[in-house]
């Protein structure tokens, strides 16, 4: 199996499994784990790309409500020290790449002769 | 605000941003397809195919320039607010128009592969190793998948579900998807391009991208919200002078935990709850009170500054603090107390004569 092949192989199992998870979720858990979810039908099927997309995330955020184990503290520390960090590596690295693609731009001049190529002698 | 979730929310304002964005992404397409053909002509010369293909990716590229450009020009100056509000509806719609510039890609390039257009995709070019005929290819699929994952968890429910704080890290996937579109433009059309004005547009995009960035990092360290100072009799921290405090507005400092506290002043009396909304974790010390209730800058949820819980039938809460007034200075328990817990709001003409006796 081709580097490729595994991937195509990885990604769709990784969706099929995404897919069971989400069926599963928002059956049954979905309701238990957030009372503004009980009764709202609608919106579910929105979920099941996203699902399919960070199932592991959301098992185990699932599984963190579900059993009390979730910290209510975090839910209002948002992450705003690494602003500052993102804002420079992306400063730093659009700066890079746009140096990098501009400097090795291949150019031609326009007026040369064209070549006829001859065709590789026969090996022996 | 939710009380049951629903597909999505719309209201009034969201539908003219909706139709505003739906219309300028119309009008690019429009003016790529039917207006650059003679004024910036693409040279080599391309197919129609091909020019549909850019002109979705030069509009995915477009908007992702300025989903980036809002979050910054809104922290300079709280003009650019009603942009962030609906910033989420503008994100998916980006994702929908790179999906079609994808789209495009598979049918022009791989539709008649002999092996699957997915494998042919992946194993076409592998020169990973040089820069010159570098896959950029993969740039491309990386950043569609980073759309891929802001787009499918824009719901509301994954911002309760995943917690503010785990939805905003996995939405920092926009940066890397932003630097990989630009590799992607830079060794790819950019490489084969002899005019260099798209080169030149696509560039200044990225650099004011990244220049906004950093003026609005820069003015949020020296702008930013002071920090507390601890008491060494006790455990509480001071957060200002009773006179830094506005009748309806908030005073904000960041505790010595990294915690931030907004201290209100409402009717003569102090309150304190987290300055950090339940919804997107927004600015709420940034709000102003209306009978008793402070809004969110960002996307307008309310809380009772007394008992930091939103007005039924909504279901908000933000944790609360307990806080004093002592020698004219605001004092604050920094161990905050659970979501919605009511706090009795402090008199600061009853604490002042206090100290003024």
């Given at each position: 199996m081709s580097a490729a092949q595994s991937l195509v192989f990885i990604a769709q199992a990784w969706g099929l499994i995404g897919l069971a998870v989400a069926a599963v979720f928002l059956i049954i858990g979905i309701s238990q784990i957030d009372e503004d979810a009980r009764g709202a039908i609608a919106f579910r099927p929105l979920l099941v790309p996203g699902i399919m997309v960070i199932w592991p995330l959301v098992l185990w955020r699932w599984w963190l409500l579900a059993t009390g184990r979730d910290v209510w503290k975090l839910r209002h520390k948002p992450p705003r020290k690494s602003h500052w960090v993102v804002a420079v590596a992306m400063a730093v690295l659009i700066v890079l790449t746009l140096l990098t693609s501009f400097s090795i731009r291949q150019t031609w001049p326009a007026d040369i002769a064209p070549q006829l190529l001859q065709a590789p002698e026969a090996a022996g | 605000m939710s009380v049951k979730y629903i597909p999505v929310q719309w209201n009034k304002f969201k539908y003219i941003y909706d139709l505003t964005i739906l219309a300028l992404i119309m009008g690019f397409l429009w003016v790529f397809v039917h207006i650059t053909p003679g004024v910036l002509p693409h040279q080599p010369a391309i197919n129609p195919q091909i020019h549909n293909m850019r002109a979705f990716g030069a509009c995915a590229y477009f908007l992702m320039t300025l989903i980036l450009l809002i979050g910054p020009l809104a922290r300079i100056?709280?003009?650019?607010l009603p942009l962030l509000y609906n910033r989420r509806h503008l994100g998916v719609l980006t994702f929908f128009v790179a999906f079609s510039h994808a789209s495009f890609v598979m049918g022009w390039y791989f539709s008649f592969s002999p092996a699957d257009q997915y494998e042919a995709l992946l194993g076409t070019n592998t020169s990973y190793a040089q820069l010159l005929g570098f896959p950029f290819e993969s740039f491309g699929i990386f950043a569609l998948f980073c759309l891929l994952v802001l787009a499918v968890t824009s719901h509301d429910f994954w911002l309760k579900f995943l917690t503010p704080r785990i939805w905003k890290s996995l939405h920092y996937l926009i940066y890397p998807a932003y630097v990989a579109v630009v590799a992607h433009i830079g060794l790819g059309v950019l490489q084969d391009q002899k005019d260099l004005t798209f080169g030149f547009i696509a560039g200044a995009g990225a650099i004011c991208v990244a220049i906004t960035h950093l003026v609005a990092a820069r003015y949020e360290r020296k702008e930013g919200d002071p920090g507390s100072q601890a008491l060494a009799r006790d455990n509480w921290e001071v957060i200002c002078r009773v006179d830094d405090i506005r009748e309806g507005y908030a005073k904000v400092a960041c505790l010595q935990n990294g915690e931030r506290v907004a201290v209100f002043l409402h009717e003569g009396s102090l309150s304190a709850i987290s300055n950090a909304c339940a919804h997107q974790n927004g600015p709420l010390g940034e709000g102003k009170i209306i009978d008793c209730l402070v809004t969110c800058p960002w996307h307008g949820f309310q809380y009772d500054v007394r008992t930091g819980r939103s007005p039924a039938p909504f279901t908000e809460k933000v944790p609360t603090y307990r806080l004093r007034v002592q020698s004219g200075n605001v004092e604050v328990d920094p161990e905050a107390n659970p979501p919605g817990t009511p706090v009795e709001p402090v008199p600061i003409e009853q604490s002042l004569e206090g100290v003024r006796t």
């Open positions: - | 100056n709280h003009v650019f």
